[in-house]
């Protein structure tokens, strides 16, 4: 049998990793500013996280949600503690997408309608209800497309005030959009959504799953707001590349036994992991430090020539160039040996660990200025 052939890939294999560094098959060492997709939260192969997650595997790795797991418990509590929704309930799923799935789901069970508002260049995942949601026509299946769905313009607070009304179950925004280019949802925007989710009894889902978790400079993106979302999803960050997902719930939402479900969400392993994560994050002030090396990122970017724009918050950053960023990234990597990732064309996207130094923060600036200045002069 052979693979199905659905991405495109980089030559190179990594075969050992640590901290923000990852070793390839042959040796040659990375610097790594992309995470996975923004998953390697706390840095690859933290040893309290190695150490947490292989003690688990020797007591119990698997059992179904059928029985007590106090890990979970665990997980929710320090979860609440560290972002500040102590009030809110934990559900555990295995994926962003799965996070939004059942995000969409509750908001339908709790209001009983089905329109759901979403935006321009919005990224929610691949599964029926996400990838429905999802502004990219050439990911959905016919199966997947629905009349339910209303995209607006994204920022746009006047085309948000027109479109709302009773019928509205949600709207969903991304915080910061990554897929989309690292856009940051302005502050009045979603201060305006809150108001307007409030007035129509609409519910207001924060996608969390790329730019929280502290990736930010804040546990999530939207405090930078002061609002507070229904219902938040994550994942990505929260296992550090254990697949886990979440979504918080305000306690206005009513549980029953069988409103949701999962065989895997939340099992001993996956809590093993995201516990570890928390407890890093929290024990080396991991989001003050994705905010003080991500301003200061933003700040060196931003006096190089020839960078068109510099967007993100924390460690989420777009650079985005005139033209394509292609050449850059690809002379990042073969030749510098940088991981970086991409946002469409023009735009570089940086997702490192939120443990990167200042010293690779400045490794990466100063191949990138050689970069740009070597290939503006030889045009
Ligand atoms: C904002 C956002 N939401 C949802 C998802 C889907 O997450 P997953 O790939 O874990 O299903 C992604 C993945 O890139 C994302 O960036």
């Not at 040659?28 to 947490?52: C, F, N, R, W």
């Not at 799923?93 to 209001?111: Q, T, V």
């Amino acid at each position: 049998m052979k693979l199905f052939d659905v991405y495109p890939i980089y030559n190179i294999e990594p075969v050992r990793a640590q901290g923000s560094y990852v070793w390839d098959n042959e040796a040659t060492k990375y610097l790594d500013l992309y995470g996975g997709h923004a998953v390697i939260s706390i840095g690859h192969a933290h040893p309290h996280y190695v150490e947490k997650l292989t003690e688990q595997l020797n007591k119990i790795g698997f059992y179904s949600n059928s029985v007590r797991i106090s890990m979970q418990e665990e997980l929710a509590e320090k979860l609440g503690a560290l972002s500040g929704y102590q009030d809110y309930a934990l559900f555990l799923c295995n994926s962003g997408a799965e996070a939004n799935e059942n995000a969409l789901k509750l908001a339908s069970f709790h209001n009983g309608r089905k329109k759901v508002i979403a935006f321009s260049k919005a990224f929610h995942g691949r599964t029926a209800g996400a990838v429905a949601v999802t502004d990219n026509k050439s990911i959905v299946a016919p199966i997947n497309s629905t009349d339910h769905v209303q995209f607006l313009p994204f920022n746009d607070v006047a085309a948000l005030e027109q479109a709302m009304n009773e019928e509205v179950c949600a709207v969903i925004v991304e915080g910061i959009q990554g897929v989309g280019g690292v856009n940051v949802s302005s502050e009045d925007f979603l201060q305006k959504a809150r108001q307007l989710c409030d007035k129509y009894g609409a519910v207001l889902i924060l996608d969390s799953v790329q730019c929280g978790y502290g990736r930010s400079g804040k546990f999530f993106s939207h405090q930078y707001a002061g609002i507070h979302p229904d219902l938040i999803t994550t994942a990505k960050g929260m296992g550090n590349g254990f697949p886990i997902g979440g979504v918080l719930i305000h306690p206005k939402f009513k549980a029953s036994y069988g409103l949701l479900g999962t065989t895997f969400g939340g099992n001993h392993l996956a809590c093993a992991a995201g516990i570890a994560v928390l407890d890093v994050i929290k024990e080396e002030n991991l989001v003050e430090n994705a905010a003080k090396v991500g301003d200061y990122i933003m700040n060196q970017l931003k006096t190089i020539s020839n960078i068109k724009e510099v967007r993100g918050r924390g460690l989420m950053i777009g650079i985005e160039f005139e033209g394509s960023a292609d050449p850059i990234r690809k002379e990042l990597l073969f030749d510098h040996h940088i991981f970086t990732g991409a946002s469409g064309k023009n735009t570089i996207r940086l997702l490192p660990s939120l443990a990167l130094q200042r010293k690779d923060a400045d490794h990466f600036l100063e191949n990138l200025e050689k970069i740009i200045t070597k290939n503006y002069i030889m045009k």
